[in-house]
């Protein structure tokens, strides 16, 4: 938020400043190195702002653009930094550049969910509940990312044969679905197939949803809520009632601390973030594979 104690300049005084063009000085913003506000139709910078950019590339030492290659540089950058900096002050476009030129320079989709979008989003929920954001920044903010999110899993979905179908959801209580969103998107692009039946699902449908999909291979809960684990726990003992054995069962989000947690809720395995659950599936696969083709074997032999 802006203080009224704060002195700024224009976008086109900050270019003169720099020693650079007004477009090269625009990119900077798009793109969240450089954080402005749209001010009666003018691009504004705090002057204290512009002095920590141009210390950042004072203090820089990398050698010039033409000198190194274009993925080392931009996997260097901050992008989890200007892309905090773009959702706080509402600039949807903004944000969306920052994630374009992280991509551009190199960053994996996986890397830009949850080494880029994922830490500015927890830095922003981290900051509201400790009073320093007021709620409807953090609530903006959440409707950017949403929407990010929707236009990142448009350009990264995967092509191919799928390794298997997992179904991921919060129930009733839980409000937070965001982060089930970008888990399914990482999910998806280890090349499974990811059903998101959201949050605040109540346990009934969460159950007529787990009886609809055949041949389901992991179902994923988050909580969140400590309030919440015993609903997930009687869940879990219903789930057991209409899943095949070996479908496994997962819990994880802040309310679930260590491994026996998820145990005493009857999950089978404990989801610590994004990357150990899409290893787990890798593992589960790779024992189902292994089992499929010990038995193909031992019948070949049995006709042979």
């Known amino acids: 938020m802006k203080?009224?104690?704060?002195?700024?300049?224009?976008?086109?005084?900050?270019?003169?400043?720099?020693?650079?063009?007004y477009m090269t000085a625009y990119r900077y913003m798009r793109h969240g190195r450089l954080v402005a506000h749209k001010e009666g139709g003018i691009w504004k910078v705090a002057a204290e702002e512009l002095q920590r950019f141009q210390d950042e590339r004072s203090d820089s030492k990398e050698p010039p653009t033409h000198l190194v290659r274009k993925r080392q540089i931009g996997r260097a950058a901050p992008w989890c930094n200007r892309l905090e900096a773009c959702l706080l002050v509402g600039d949807a476009a903004g944000a969306w550049s920052v994630l374009e030129a992280a991509i551009d320079s190199g960053r994996e989709f996986e890397e830009v969910y949850l080494d880029v979008l994922s830490p500015a989003m927890v830095t922003i929920g981290e900051r509201w509940h400790a009073g320093k954001l007021d709620v409807y920044l953090e609530h903006r903010a959440t409707v950017i990312a949403t929407r990010l999110v929707a236009r990142l899993g448009a350009k990264s979905a995967h092509r191919g044969r799928s390794r298997g179908t997992v179904l991921l959801g919060a129930l009733s209580g839980e409000l937070h679905s965001l982060a089930i969103s970008i888990?399914?998107?990482?999910?998806?692009?280890?090349?499974?197939?990811?059903?998101?039946?959201?949050?605040?699902?109540?346990?009934?449908?969460?159950?007529?949803?787990?009886?609809?999909?055949?041949?389901?291979l992991a179902v994923g809960i988050s909580v969140n809520s400590v309030e919440s684990r015993p609903i997930v726990s009687n869940l879990i003992k219903k789930l057991r009632d209409v899943i095949n054995e070996d479908v496994w069962v997962f819990v994880g989000g802040r309310a679930i601390a260590r491994q026996s947690d998820a145990h005493d809720l009857g999950a089978d395995e404990w989801a610590l973030d994004a990357r150990s659950f899409v290893a787990s599936l890798d593992l589960i696969v790779q024992t189902r594979n292994k089992v499929t083709s010990n038995k193909a074997i031992r019948k070949q032999g049995s006709t042979s």
């Not at 300049?9 to 020693?19: E, M, R, Y």
């Open 3 to 21: 203080s009224s104690s704060q002195r700024f300049v224009s976008l086109q005084d900050a270019a003169d400043t720099l020693g650079v063009h």
């Open 183 to 216: 888990l399914a998107d990482v999910v998806r692009l280890a090349r499974f197939e990811v059903h998101d039946l959201g949050a605040d699902l109540p346990s009934e449908s969460f159950l007529s949803a787990v009886r609809h999909y055949d041949e389901i």
